[in-house]
């Protein structure tokens, strides 16, 4: 039986510093706010002996990755320095940039705007790279009514898309897993939704992973549970809680959830 994952997310901006750009470790709320944190590689260590299941790098200021060089170094850099499997997205435009982000280390790619403007990016990418290297980032919000619908532009403007169906498309696109982020509950702490994830379980035949919103590790197991997610991504949990991810594994286990215990 495939374990459940447990994913610490690394959201990078770029900073200014004298003549350097240098990446820059942040979490946010809402999306909007945005709160630096420190070193990501440093970060990533950490995430690394506290038995993190793998790492979602996120460049949220979306700046084309194929000439990103502070991003490719970075990826670079995490790729040599750790051993978890990388997912990375932000900038991802081209099935070049594909090729680029695996030739710099890493293991999976996440596309988001990019499959919204073309959504043949799937399919093409899956075809020549593998699907299980396609991971489809999406952010919703929920209507007035309730609806999850996707989100764009960090979250800023709406789509007109439903979420249940952009995932079910995707999917039959040929996208390996899909990345689902709550932009409402981004950096709560008010647990996951997990009724959406269930419903998007329910429907697709890949990997959902979910996040947004953890702020206890019952919601985490939620997530698994309730939410039918094979893995659960969280940044500002991990970066500001008062628990690593091999506690959170621990009452994560003890809820009956499947997941990896030592290396």
Known sequence: MLKKRLVPKLLIKHRQVGQTVRPVLVTTRGFREVIEVGDPVSQAKIYEAQLADELLVLNIDGTPIGDDKVMLGLIERLAAETF?????????????????LLEF?????????????EPDLIGSA????????????????????????????????PT????????????????GELWISDADRDGSGLGLRAEIGAEIAAIVSVPVVLSGGCGRAEHFADGFLRGGAEGVAAGTYFCFRDQNPMQTR??????????????
């Open 105 to 117: 280390g890493a293991d999976k790619i996440s596309i988001n705007t990019a499959a919204l403007d």
């Open 250 to 263: 621990a009452h994560i286990r003890n809820a009956g959830v499947a997941i990896r215990a030592e290396t």
């Open 126 to 157: 899956a075809s020549r790279f593998g699907a299980q290297c396609v991971v489809l980032s999406v952010d919703f919000r929920c209507a007035a009514d309730g609806q999850p619908m996707v989100m764009r532009d960090r979250a800023s403007q």
């Open 160 to 175: 007109g898309r439903s979420l249940l169906h952009w995932c079910r498309e995707a999917a039959d696109r040929g996208a």
């Open 84 to 100: 978890m499997p990388l997912a990375v997205g932000g900038g991802v435009r081209t099935q070049a940039d594909f090729a680029r």
